[in-house]
């Protein structure tokens, strides 16, 4: 069976980034390019796994971001919190080589843990993800990710409640 | 990318700024066209993958708002997710 290291925060001098193949150009490229938490730009936290040799086989990048329900101003006006704080899970990518294994499912389900634990120190109502395309949508719809627009197919945003993250992972155990 | 078909996507450019794409292009070994898809879509992709803020329609901040304020349930398909049996093993 394929040993890796459990999630770890990008190093840029310890991953090896450069044969990364997810098959998503742009993802790739993103990858390869990162050059460090140091670099004043970068505001999102990049999580890998890697393989023995510290190969990078998936990777993941989180940002804090916020949910902006100004387009319904009564809902505002009633108090509630705008934006509504939120962890967005900007980048999911797999290597074509290690598809289908759970590896996807695993670093998600890091993510999904990071948001539970963010949210009992300092708030953190959901876990947002933009899918690049409708392949990408239907994977995060399998794993329960709910669309803001269900009825719109173009619409590539989703989201979990960190309140039903919590909820399903306390049962899981 | 599995993209079905190719549409058009006509843009003004400045004498000076498609000097400056030509050159970039030529350096990168791409024609004009591909350079100028390939950097505005990294662009692009940088800029969803790392909102400060994700704007909600009118529509999709009501539902989300009654979602916020429903008592917590278990999500049925992760719990599914989550028991699948993985077929690697952790290192450490």
Redesign the interface.
Known sequence: MIELHRPALLDPRRHDRDRFDSGEAVLDQWLRRYAGQNRRRDTAATWVIADVDDLVVAYASVAMSGIDRSAAPEIVAKGAPDPVPALLLGRLAVDRRYTNLGIGTALAAHVLATAVELNEKAACRAVVVTALNANARAWWERLGFHPFEPDDPDRLDLYLLTSEIRATLTRAR | ??TTKEERLQIRVGPADKALLERAAAASHLNVSAFVV?AA??KA??I??????????????????E??ERP????????T????????????
Not at chain 2, 60 to 65: E, M, N, Q
Not at chain 2, 72 to 79: K, Q, S
Not at chain 2, 81 to 91: G, V
């Open positions: 990318m599995s390939q879509a990294a992709e940088e969803l993958a790392e909102r400060s803020s994700i704007r909600l329609t009118r529509e999709a901040a009501i539902a989300f708002t979602a916020l917590a349930e278990v999500n049925d398909r992760l719990a997710a989550m028991r699948r049996k993985r077929t690697f093993s952790w290192l450490d």
